[in-house]
């Protein structure tokens, strides 16, 4: 069936899957928050279909989706039952390494759609009800193939969840794997490669035996890497979204990098500078043992005191030598430390590259909605703040409407929006520029900034506008508050 593509995408995790991310997988959620994703303008979810979400579980059997255990409590008593120590809870560890490959596998839509419902009319706006649909046989078969595939190139016990939606535009499958080798250890490198080529390898040849294996059956051909292409799509707008947060991460993680590379650099050069001296000393000692070597046994010299002359300065020649050794040792240790951090800087360039031209223009268009998410919530919170006082304007009221942010969020209400903007988008600096620009002296965010793993997005924002009010408020009345 020409046209019918697969989609296999890869993703490694070095931070472990946090509570909010594995009740998305398991959609669970309360009626409440269930409403709020179903209504999320960067989603997609239908909660007319999520009874017909599922799992394929050990030995390939078909099974509502469990919610009593979250996936980072799943991978945790996996782990503990084989005896296999997690390299990131090591306490103090300061790199963290890539400990879950998170896969996701769909197809082209129309023939996912086709597996999942057959012959059955879906509505794909939003907000439209398909409660009339069941669930197909073939949708359940093609996963369980995909399971045994995942299976047979990774072993089964690696396999920590698998869940399969049917509730978005296009039916597919989270699978999380843990990467151990036949050491029973988790290693990433020794199952997907130890560099980016052998990454880049190991992936194509497992894309190619996904369609062989599995994809072909169904009517579904090897398709190109989305880096290859640069496709405009993924397989979920969820998917999107992670993109977006993948992209900042590793903005981030280059910065990291940068100042890593430069501290080593400045270390690298005091190295080389005491190396030279130490090399300087050892050479103005080896001409002192060489003159005293050819005054011993001359007429009048002291043969006990040049001895002892001698001894001395071959004691202060080891000394120099074991200093050189080890510094020697320390410029090894920098320059394989920078050596290792321009690798993994080129590693982050490429995948921060790849990453934004498989999201094209959706960053833009983040940018649009997230501005109306903030507008949106910036209202709410204008209103709240406005509600105690509109029956009075006693004294007492003013210094109510003070304390409880009114006037910060009253008073150039536009700036506010576009800091807070700048700051749900993490641009710290430029937020800061412009608040200044206009006349703002507040505080400004800590070095740290940024959205918390588990926090939701409506205290997100609410987080970014009380920054940004206290940003673009004037420097003469944050002295007069005291502030």
Known sequence: MAGQKQVMDLRSNAEGITTLESNEQQRNWTQ????KKVKDPLANYDQTRFHLNFEVVKGGIVQPIDTSKTIAQKLAENLAARGIKDP???PNVKRKRRTLAQFIFSGNRERMLELAFGNQVVD???GADNSHLTRQKDIEEWAKDVYGFVAKHFGEDNIISFYVHLDEKSPHIHCSVVPVNEQNKISWHSIFGKDIEECRTKFNSLHDSLVQEVNSKWGLERGSNMAETKARHRSTEEYKRDLVSQIRELETTRE???????????????ITTMIANLQERKEKVQEQIDLIAKQFGQEGADNADLAKQMQELRKELEGIDDKLALRNKMLE????????????????????DRMQNVLGDDMEKEATILQKNIISTYHRMYAAALEPVLSTHTQSQQNLLE????NDLAENSGHVVNVAMLLALRYVHEATNYAESCGGGGSHPSSGWGKDKDEDDEHWWRRCIAQAAAMV????????RGR
């Open 333 to 352: 240790d920098a320059n394989n430390t920078i050596a290792a951090a321009k690798a993994r800087l080129a590693e982050l360039q490429e995948r921060h």
């Open 473 to 480: 408020r004037p420097a003469a009345r944050k002295r007069k």
């Open 32 to 35: 409440e928050h269930a409403l």
């Open 256 to 270: 990291g990098l940068l100042r890593q590379i430069h501290r080593a650099e400045i270390k690298l050069k005091g």
């Open 88 to 90: 990131n809870a090591r």
């Open 403 to 406: 304390k409880s942010g009114f």
């Open 124 to 126: 794909l706006s939003k």
